[in-house]
């Protein structure tokens, strides 16, 4: 009896994989039911078939399938099925919670994909474009992102579309854009946006100079934002500390010298506003006595001067000396149906001498004066005559303040005429009655 008892001894010390891992102690009965089937030998884990199906089902998962979701859903499912303490015997469980995180990325970016598509109506004429970049985007994921996009929205990207344009509305498109309209960025954008969808759509071609319009005007908006970026620039770098009333003049002249397109780009004119209405105490400047450089290209008194044109701007000179012909009047034409006369320099107010810039700019019914001297507003005591020719009968002109509203102007009317009446700069608009 006593041999059969050190038999048994012996036999419980060779095999130790008959040793049963110890079940937690809050464990239920149920669990520990299901544990004493789980246990160690030589530190490898061996598990019941619930585990064991877990395990396989979260091995089995691929995160750049098509079956992503499908199988991820049936390991979860088997996960939650399992025992507190099967759980702990899921020795991948890190795999399966990446996983989860995995699909939450999946859909956010599904989600984007669904947004920049809607962005845009179907009935606009950036819509084919859109489809594109978006298709394109789409085609980046793999098979198990794509399963995360909408149904409707991957039967629109993997379906035949067509442009919502033709060759003949991108030429007339092409051939209305006008660099005096509002929105003129806005039609030289989309002008260029549906040409973008033909050409992708198909190897069109558009008549013999078109292209180019259409590169004149692309061209006419980056100097566009160029001449309104410097005037915003310069606006940033008024300061009430250092600033000038001279300064402030000078500010604004340029913003006034930019066309109306150009003056809408510039986001920070209600800066300039405030220094103009006085809202800022400037410090005072002492002028110190200067030699002034005159012209070599002035306009002569008493004679005809041809002005130089820049784009819609007409400019002269004129040199403000102790000349004996002060008494004689300036003549300033352009080939544009404008001209400008000049008054006789003795009746200048402005005591300063120096170099007088003129300028004469149209742009639609808008007309733009001005006569600087030495950074100041030049003011006569006598009046500058702006002739406009070829005005619409029954029309009238007004002046535009500093903050775009209309007042009345001296004008006259000679035959097709209009002959406006002011004594110093000035914008002035054309009103059909």
Known sequence: MKHKRSLAL????????????????????????HAKTSYIYNNTYYYNANVANVVQLISNINDTSFAFQAYLETALKAYNALTETEKLYVTNYATLSNHQQTRLQYRKLAAQIEEKLASVSSTSVNYYQNVIETRDWYNTLNAAQKTFVSAETQKTLTSVITPNTSVDKVVNKIQLLNSSRLNFHKDVEEARAEYNALRKFSNVSLPVGIEQLLLDAEQVVKMDKAAAKEVENAITALSPKTSTTHDVQTVKNAFEALTPVQQQLVQNVWKLVDYVKGKYKLPNKVNTTTTPEFSDSAAMPGKNTLMSKSRNTYKAKINVDDSEHNNERFVLTTKANMAVIIPPLNTLINEDLGVMDIQLSRNLNRITFQAVLNKMPAKFEANIEIILENIPDNSSIVQINEFGDQEPVSYTVNGNQYIIETQTSGTFQIVRN
Not at 10 to 33: C, H, K, R
């Open 10 to 33: 012996l036999a419980l010390v060779a095999v130790p994989s008959l040793i049963l891992t110890t079940p937690i102690p809050t464990a239920s009965a149920a669990d520990t039911q």
